[in-house]
């Protein structure tokens, strides 16, 4: 059981880090898009949604190979746990 928490545990930290990047560069987008918007008085809705959207996949783009390593990577380790975990 022991082992199944430390491994539902390292999958929760390994997605708060790998949704950080684009979630973190889509934040400040709109931030910087809404001071913009508050400077101009343009309060066009969709504004800000062109922006963050090329930033996300952009930033994903970039990332990808990072992403897709520390996803292999987790999944050879729970693989390599899986014993010790099926013999508790």
């Given at each position: 059981?022991?082992?199944l928490?430390?491994?539902?545990q390292?999958?929760l930290?390994m997605?708060?880090?790998?949704?950080g990047p684009?979630?973190?560069?889509?934040?400040?987008?709109g931030?910087i898009?809404?001071v913009?918007?508050?400077?101009t008085?343009i309060?066009?809705?969709t504004?800000?949604?062109a922006?963050k959207?090329?930033v996300i996949?952009?930033?994903?783009?970039l990332?990808?190979p990072w992403?897709g390593?520390?996803?292999?990577?987790?999944t050879?380790?729970i693989y390599d746990?899986?014993?010790?975990?099926?013999?508790?």
């Amino acid at each position: 059981m022991h082992q199944l928490t430390y491994v539902i545990q390292q999958a929760l930290v390994m997605v708060l880090v790998i949704s950080g990047p684009p979630i973190l560069l889509a934040l400040i987008i709109g931030f910087i898009i809404s001071v913009f918007q508050a400077a101009t008085q343009i309060q066009e809705q969709t504004l800000t949604f062109a922006p963050k959207l090329v930033v996300i996949f952009g930033v994903l783009g970039l990332a990808g190979p990072w992403i897709g390593a520390t996803l292999l990577r987790f999944t050879f380790n729970i693989y390599d746990r899986f014993p010790a975990m099926i013999g508790q």
